[in-house]
DNA sequence: CCGATTTTGTTCTCACGTTCACAAGCTCCT
DNA sequence: AGGAGCTTGTGAACGTGAGAACAAAATCGG
């Protein structure tokens, strides 16, 4: 990073088609907001009527769509047909991607039950637990597979996609396996930081850490100034004669 | 914002206590990570400790926490209870937010199974359905109840927390009831997006635009420069004589 | 008591993301 | 045909976030 010198400020300096991460990750509500008009029969959309139905701010919408290429029509707007098959090329949802659940607990189930699974574009081939007990186990069409047959599923349906819906104990394991099997992509519902190696993408779903991040805004609005007025602990000279604050942070 | 040229650089101007969004959604990891440490019976942990625990850099867990407060010791690093119970002190998780979950479909029925609901700090006060056969139904220790209840439980057990399982059609109605009931935080999984007053925070989760931004990083590994080659329709002139491109994003 | 060593807290710089504002371009009406 | 009126696409300004680097503070050994 010591050319950075040379370098003109310019835009974020995108390599090819490279598409900005926080773009990407609107994409997917662009691509709903378009189907959801399409299916109320209307054809055309300006990028105000789109950023509303979606929840942005305008600009944004258009700043975002402008890194797919010019699919607008100035004067007029966007064709929600066209520009709803550009976004799904550009995700990657024109084809069926296969994707793995591990993990039948709960959630793993819910998962499996969620029908159509989203907007399509996905295909759930396996679902899989290591507990003899539900192996075998029918969960809509499907049938619970043993995690032992993991490899040979993700050969025989090129499996790309994991699912790990298990206790945070064997997730990591359960993440080893799914790399190790060929899966380069893992979305990941179990609380803990899984490693993975340069090149397989993993994306988190936290739960309890969404409704922590409330909690700390909804204390700001009922406490503004009436907070318990830094209980510091004072005396926090040496870290030897600590008073043991802990164990009891739900007492 | 015509002020703006009498403001130095400087910090992002911090307001009192306020705390950097990126900074607050990172304090719940910290806190878990804390949490397994302490579980493991380590009472002293430097930022790179804590930093490996966490998945982050530890140039960036230290700044976190300085805008908390200076509670590491240089030399020797950060008491791992102490640290803990500040961090929860300044979520707000020290004290039980009420939670109600609406909408107990497999999702909902999911996440009322959720042992221990996280890091504790949430208690779940009632699970609503609007549907009559449901009603009645016990899930672990809980009974579901009419959603027609919704204001007697948020006002009597004082809830600020609701999470909507619904599908996507009722939720907009849901989340307004639950915004006139006096909650003023919502976790949202139905895939819409939800429109509510200022003052209130909503967080939404969505599984398939997650499993979409995986498909979109998956396409550009597996395809590089085997894309399918702009197949971009050329012929896009006039908006009228648009090939019927969709309907069959999935086909 | 003093210097060596460790590790925090903070400053500085660069990269990224958002928003404003406007020129370019399209359609429609006269 | 030509001008009025919209709406897109984008350049520029601003604000936020990340990371490198270092000074300040604490411990430890002699």
Chains 1, 2 share one sequence.
Request: charged share 20%; glycine share 10%; proline share 6%.
């Amino acid at each position: 990073m010591t050319r950075a010198s040379s370098r003109r400020p310019g835009p974020p300096t995108r390599t090819e088609r490279g598409i900005p991460e926080a773009t990407v990750a609107r994409l997917p509500v662009y691509l709903r907001a378009l189907t959801a008009l399409s299916d109320s029969g209307i054809a055309t959309a300006s990028s105000e009527d789109l950023a509303t139905a979606a929840g942005v701010n305008s600009a944004k919408l258009r700043k975002d769509l402008s890194y797919l290429g010019s699919y607008g029509t100035r004067g007029v707007g966007y064709d929600v047909e066209y520009l709803r098959y550009q976004i799904a090329r550009e995700i990657g949802v024109t084809q069926d991607w296969a994707v793995v659940i591990v993990g039948i607990g709960n959630l793993g189930h819910a998962l499996a039950n969620y029908s159509g699974f989203g907007t399509r574009g996905f295909r759930i081939v396996a679902l899989l637990d290591a507990d003899p007990n539900l192996v075998g186990e029918r969960i809509g069409d499907m049938e619970v597979r043993d995690f032992a047959e993991l490899e040979d599923i993700v050969e025989t349906d090129r499996v790309s996609i994991g699912v790990i819906t298990t206790p945070a104990g064997p997730a990591q394991e359960v993440c080893d396996r799914l790399v190790a099997a060929g899966v380069t992509s893992i979305l990941n519902f179990a609380p803990v930081v899984l490693s993975v190696p340069d090149g397989v993408d993993i994306r988190k779903v936290d739960l309890s850490i969404e409704l922590q991040i409330l909690a700390y805004h909804e204390q700001r609005k009922s406490g503004e100034a009436a907070l318990p007025q830094v209980p510091e602990l004072p005396a926090m000279n040496g870290l030897t004669d600590l008073p043991s604050v802990g164990g009891g942070v739900g007492a």
